[in-house]
Antibody, heavy 116, light 112 residues
C-alpha cells in the first residue's frame, strides 16, 4: 500500500522559507507525477505544483516566483520550498501522487503556521 | 476565487439524492479535460472519489456517480447516508494562465 508522509517545521517566521519533504513508501518515485496541495484554515484546496521523476516541474502561476519543487530519487522523496512566506501561506500542506486518473494517494497533511 | 465554480453547500435527508455541480470554462472542462472528484471527511485528507468524469476507484460505493457535459460536471449521490457528510471538491486541468491543475472551491454536504 502506497503511503506518503509529509515532514518539516510546523512554524515558519514571516519572510523566511518554508521547506517540506514528502517521503514515498511502497512505490517508486520514478513512477508518476508528484504534487503539493495546500489548504488554508477553513478554505478550499489550492494546487501548488508538481514534479515528474525526470525533474520537470510545473507551478501554480500565482506562486511560481516563490516555489521550488525538487526530487531526490535516492531517498524516494520530493520536496517543496516556498520563499518569502507571509501569514497567507499558513495552511495544511499535502503531498500527493498523481496519475492521469487524478491524485490517488494523499499524505495525511502537515500544518504550517507563519508567525513571528 | 476558484477557476471551477461549485455551490458552497448542499443538503439532503438520509435516503435522498443530491447533486453537486462544477462549472468551468472553455479552457478547462469545456476543452475536454477530465474532471476528478475528491471527498474530504472532517479532519482528514482528501480522498479520490471519482476519476475521469464518471469512474469510481475501487471501494467507492455505486451510490456515487459522475457526469460531464459541455463546460460543467456533476457529482450525484443517491441513498444519502450520514457518513457522506463531507466537503467535496472537483478538479480538472486548464490551458490558460490559471495553471495546469485547478480545483473547485468545494461544497459542504450536510445530511439533515
Amino acid at each position: 500500500q502506497v503511503q506518503l508522509q509529509e515532514s518539516g517545521p510546523g512554524l515558519v517566521k514571516p519572510s523566511e522559507t518554508l521547506s517540506l519533504t514528502c517521503t514515498v513508501s511502497s512505490d517508486s518515485i520514478s513512477s508518476s507525477y508528484w504534487s503539493w496541495i495546500r489548504q488554508p484554515p477553513g478554505k478550499g484546496l489550492e494546487w501548488i505544483g508538481y514534479i515528474y521523476y525526470s525533474g520537470s516541474t510545473n507551478y501554480n502561476p500565482s506562486l511560481k516566483s516563490r516555489v521550488t519543487i525538487s526530487v531526490d530519487k535516492s531517498k524516494n522523496q520530493f520536496s517543496l520550498k516556498l520563499s518569502s512566506v507571509t501569514a497567507a501561506d499558513t495552511a495544511v500542506y499535502y503531498c500527493t501522487r498523481e496519475f492521469a486518473w487524478g491524485m490517488d494517494v494523499w499524505g495525511q497533511g502537515t500544518t504550517v503556521t507563519v508567525s513571528s | 476565487q476558484s477557476v471551477l465554480t461549485q455551490p458552497p453547500s448542499v443538503s439532503g435527508a438520509p435516503g435522498q439524492r443530491v447533486t453537486i455541480s462544477c462549472t468551468g470554462s472553455s479552457s478547462n472542462i469545456g476543452a475536454g479535460y477530465d474532471v476528478h472528484w475528491y471527498q474530504q471527511l472532517p479532519g482528514t485528507a482528501p480522498k479520490l472519489l471519482m476519476y475521469g468524469n464518471s469512474n469510481r476507484p475501487s471501494g467507492v460505493p455505486d451510490r456515487f456517480s459522475g457526469s460531464k457535459s459541455g463546460t460543467s460536471a456533476s457529482l450525484a449521490i443517491t441513498g444519502l447516508q450520514a457518513e457522506d457528510e463531507a466537503d467535496y471538491y472537483c478538479q480538472s486541468y486548464d490551458s490558460s494562465l490559471s495553471g495546469p491543475r485547478v480545483f473547485g472551491g468545494g461544497t459542504k454536504l450536510t445530511v439533515l
